[in-house]
């Protein structure tokens, strides 16, 4: 199903979750499009994302969901609202992965990887005539405004579409693709970007070597952490520079805005979240009839050892009074010494900011080029929120650039290839 000779043609830069919908809606208008990606396959980060279970989106109430945005949340609404997280379901549903929503209300495809949407969605594209240019990297523009970019061996390309679309990620886990290279690129434009930041990242702890050696790679499961006053229940793992997981990352742009302010940040740990200080104080108070403190904690306060390594990291001379040991146990402090790095976190915060871009995100100084997916400036915690924007603002710029080429936009419909094709 090629598109016709005249049709117009459509260059979408970076083929992750962002570029590729976009071109699956350009597809289904009818329009040429090529995706070009720098890497041999596409969609490397989708895959790695779906490593751990891919959490395509969240189930909860849309309010609820939409105030994950923080401040872009205002901007990003028109976008969500109009491709929303049932929708994003019905999506992978369309290409015959069946969803889920997990006990935490997460929404996940049962195969619960990427690779098998990643295979169908593909096909689909393949169906709607989309080009594949893989191993190509975007290098910006020349003098006449033509696209240009470099095949494996250096060789130059130059591409002059009716629009562009760029989907070219952020810059975090740079071996899947995306390194935020883009941004030399933009800002040699006259483009004002927001500097691009770790987000949802492991923090650095100056750990002793007893929990280096004996506690490194061990989860804390059904913690709560509070930071500046918000506490999040959930779990963390010890690694051998810090903390990771998904409690530290719900907390991560405080803990990270802290640390830019004043060098370092104290997290709370809450090692039994489930019990009130009261209640651990009373068992504390027990009689410990000869057992080690460790036993004793192990025994009255259900503490494993990496709670209890982690109590004595805090305070060497454990707290003899029940009701200060409970107080400790309830809220044991954890001196983080920075934020791990852009390379390393799930993602990006920063990028081009909406200022730069009008409602249909295009670039405000170059009319014709769009800007879709994690390289626009927004944040948000994991659960789902990272894709769901990402899809959301990958489907409004293909809608952008058919509003800018005046062809009318038909309901999305996200059945079959064959079944929805406009022209
Ligand atoms: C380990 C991990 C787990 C994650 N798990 C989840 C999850 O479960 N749920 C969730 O919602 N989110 C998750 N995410 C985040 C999610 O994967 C990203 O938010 C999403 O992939 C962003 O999509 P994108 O299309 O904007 O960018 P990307 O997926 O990064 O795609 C950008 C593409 O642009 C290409 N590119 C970059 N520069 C150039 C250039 N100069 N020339 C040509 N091509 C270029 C890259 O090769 C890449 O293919 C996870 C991320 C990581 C790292």
Not at 108 to 119: I, M, V
Not at 211 to 227: D, M, N, V, W, Y
Not at 290 to 296: H, I, K, M
Request: include cysteine; glycine fraction near 12%.
């Amino acid at each position: 199903m090629s598109p016709a000779p005249s049709s117009p043609s459509i260059a979408v830069i970076g083929g992750g979750p962002a570029g590729l919908i976009a071109a699956e809606i350009l597809g289904r208008a009818g329009l040429a499009v090529t995706v070009y990606d720098r890497m041999p396959s596409l969609g490397r980060k989708l895959l790695m994302a779906g490593r751990g279970g891919l959490n395509l989106t969240h189930s909860e109430e849309f309010e609820r969901f939409l105030a994950c945005y923080g401040e872009a949340a205002p901007i990003l609404r028109p976008m969500i609202e109009d491709f929303r997280p049932e929708d994003l379901r019905a999506w992978c549903e369309g290409l015959g992965q069946e969803t889920f929503v997990g006990s935490s209300g997460r929404v996940f495809p049962k195969a619960f990887k990427a690779s098998p949407l990643l295979r169908a969605w593909l096909s689909r594209l393949e169906e709607l005539g989309t080009r594949f240019a893989l191993r190509q990297s975007w290098q910006g523009w020349d003098a006449e405004g033509n696209l240009v970019l470099t095949g494996p061996m250096g060789e130059p390309l130059t591409a002059k579409p009716d629009a562009t679309i760029l989907a070219l990620g952020g810059a975090s886990w740079p071996r899947l693709g995306s390194d935020g290279g883009w941004t030399a690129l933009l800002e040699s434009r006259g483009i004002a970007l927001s500097p691009l930041r770790s987000a949802n990242m492991g923090f650095l702890v100056p750990w002793s070597e007893v929990i280096r050696s004996r506690f490194e790679g061990k989860p804390l499961k059904r913690i709560a952490l509070t930071f500046e006053g918000e506490t999040v229940r959930g779990e963390a793992v010890v690694t051998g520079d810090g903390i990771e997981g998904g409690a530290v990352y719900a907390l991560s742009s405080r803990l990270r805005e802290a640390i830019a302010r004043q060098g370092s940040a104290t997290l709370r740990i809450d090692l039994r979240p489930d019990l009130s200080t009261e209640n651990l104080a009373q068992r504390l108070a027990a009689p410990r009839k000869g057992q080690s403190a460790s036993t004793f904690l192990r025994k009255a306060a259900g503490l494993n050892p990496l709670g209890i390594a982690l109590l004595r990291e805090a305070s060497p001379a454990l707290p003899s009074e029940a009701q200060r040991l409970a107080a400790l146990i309830k809220a044991v402090p954890l001196a983080l010494s920075g934020a791990k790095s852009l390379g390393r976190a799930i993602s990006t915060a920063g990028g081009v900011p909406f200022a730069e871009v009008d409602a249909h995100l295009m670039l405000r100084r170059m009319p014709g080029v769009f800007v879709a997916g994690e390289m626009l400036d927004w944040e948000a915690p994991t659960g789902g929120y990272l894709l769901q924007a990402t899809f959301a603002t990958g489907v409004a710029a293909a809608k952008g650039v058919l509003a800018r080429l005046g062809i009318p936009i038909a309901a999305l419909t996200l059945g079959p290839a064959s079944a929805t094709r406009q022209s």
